[in-house]
């Protein structure tokens, strides 16, 4: 008994093209971010999916949406699952955070755990509200039920980091890409095991 858990990044945006930092921006999906979505809702409309969860910033809602329609099934939108609220930074490029705020960005990089941007939050922050919603979404299916939760980079990896009992410091070296699928199967909320990570099968069949 138990619920596997079957993890999405939302598709690609035009910030994700363009290295902006997103976090609570509510940006959309590109075209091509719904088409991966539309490829990967292919790969998972034979599976017996109980639920479908989402953050509710638009390019996650969007994604879970396309992937819940085969399966007429409405999706639970939840803040908790939000990207990391990165504060002033939101909107900036990668290359012009390195050039204006070279001081903040290294002792982000170094430690994101503990180092809190103006106006955002921590690493710690942030894995603390998705791993109490992730909980509580697996609590809620314990009878060997499948469920998609859909939601950012950030929060994925900071939820597959506890369950592997990594150094959190360290999250940034497992990849998610837009789209892909990753699985966690849980005997308890507290109890899971990576099954799949950053699989992109389906995009690569289709050139996405």
Excluded at 59 to 82: K, M, N, Y
Excluded at 99 to 104: A, H, Y
Excluded at 121 to 131: D, H, Y
Aim: a neutral charge; charged letters at 30%; hydrophobic letters at 40%.
């Amino acid at each position: 008994m138990g619920c596997r858990l079957y993890l999405v990044r939302h598709g690609e945006t035009d910030w994700n093209v363009r290295e902006k930092f997103q976090g609570h921006s509510n940006v959309p999906l590109s075209e091509r971010g719904r088409e991966q979505a539309r490829s990967l809702a292919k790969r998972l409309a034979k599976r017996k999916l109980a639920a479908f969860f989402a953050s509710d910033l638009q390019r996650a809602l969007e994604t879970a949406s396309i992937l819940a329609a085969p399966h007429g099934l409405r999706v639970e939108t939840v803040d908790s699952l939000r990207e990391m609220n990165f504060g002033v930074w939101e909107g900036r490029t990668v290359q012009e955070i390195r050039e204006n705020c070279r001081e903040l960005a290294e002792r982000w990089w170094s430690n994101p755990v503990d180092t809190c941007l103006p106006e955002g939050e921590t690493l710690k922050e942030l894995a603390c509200r998705v791993n109490d919603a992730i909980a509580r979404i697996v609590g809620r299916f314990q009878n060997d039920e499948e469920v998609v939760v859909v939601s950012h980079g950030g929060p994925l990896r900071a939820a597959i980091a506890t369950v592997l009992g990594m150094d959190l410091k360290l999250y940034w070296r497992l990849r998610l890409d837009n789209a892909s699928l990753s699985r966690i199967d849980f005997r308890s909320p507290g109890e899971g095991i990576l099954v799949l990570l950053n699989d992109r099968s389906h995009l690569e069949e289709t050139g996405n």
